[in-house]
Antibody
Framework: QIQLQQSGPGLVKPSQTLSLTCAIS??????????WNWIRQSPSRGLEWLGR?????????DYAVSVKSRMSITPDTSRNQFSLHLNSVTPEDTAVYYC??????????????WGQGILVTVSS | EIVLTQSPGTLSLSPGERATLSCRAS???????LAWYQQKPGQAPRLLMY???SRATGIPDRFSGSGSGTDFTLTISRLEPEDFAVYFC??????????FGQGTRVEIK
């Protein structure tokens, strides 16, 4: 049974860095048949795919154009988790953030497992 | 980048009725790589369908999907109380980014 457990602060000040972690159980962050994603949801932007990391003999990552210059996703193999770092946040980054697992091949972007979501508010 | 437009925004129906939800893509979705998710308040989205018409594990057969190219439909044959939720479509593939539709809310009439 694959489960994703998210953790991180619910309030971040403008211009600071938003950091969230997704702990994986029942699978491995280094799996060759999985991809580990961050997706956010807000009333103004709906569901928005932000980025992913995955391992296929080496680590890869991809990011949405809207956040590419500000975002990084880092895997932690020792703790079997991955983290989102989004810097220079503004109130427009206020959203519920989800981590989600995709598969491999054509299923890489079918999100079968999701974390519980964390509402992150950007406010001073 | 594909843009997905869902209609209607809200569907007001009674339990036992049939629900028909539409998802239209701005360009052809290759190989019917179209998924549907259900989201209830306070929960993460849940995968219902993939490849336009294949049910995900554990999804009851009152849910069905159809369509190809740019026009896709999710049908719930007889609404159960637990089916009142928001539904999203998503196109998928091997190359990001991947977009979601804005959602259709199915509410109790």
């Amino acid at each position: 049974q694959i489960q994703l457990q998210q953790s991180g602060p619910g309030l971040v000040k403008p211009s600071q860095t938003l950091s969230l972690t997704c702990a994986i159980s029942g699978d491995s962050v280094s799996s060759n048949s999985a991809a580990w994603n961050w997706i956010r949801q807000s009333p103004s932007r709906g569901l928005e795919w932000l980025g992913r990391t995955y391992y296929r003999t080496k680590w890869y990552d991809d990011y949405a154009v809207s956040v590419k210059s500000r975002m990084s996703i880092t895997p932690d193999t020792s703790r079997n988790q991955f983290s989102l770092h989004l810097n220079s946040v503004t109130p427009e980054d206020t959203a519920v953030y989800y981590c989600a697992r995709g598969g491999s091949g054509i299923t890489v972007s079918i999100f079968t497992y999701w974390g519980q979501g964390i509402l992150v508010t950007v406010s001073s | 980048e594909i843009v997905l437009t869902q209609s209607p925004g809200t569907l007001s129906l009674s339990p036992g009725e049939r629900a028909t939800l539409s998802c239209r893509a701005s360009q052809s979705v290759g190989s019917n790589f179209l998924a549907w998710y259900q989201q209830k308040p306070g929960q993460a989205p849940r995968l219902l369908m993939y490849a336009a018409s294949s049910r995900a594990t554990g999804i009851p057969d009152r849910f069905s999907g159809s369509g190809s190219g740019t026009d896709f439909t999710l049908t719930i044959s007889r609404l159960e109380p637990e089916d009142f939720a928001v539904y999203f479509c998503q196109h998928y593939g091997t190359t990001p980014p991947w977009a979601f539709g804005q959602g259709t809310r199915v509410e109790i009439k």
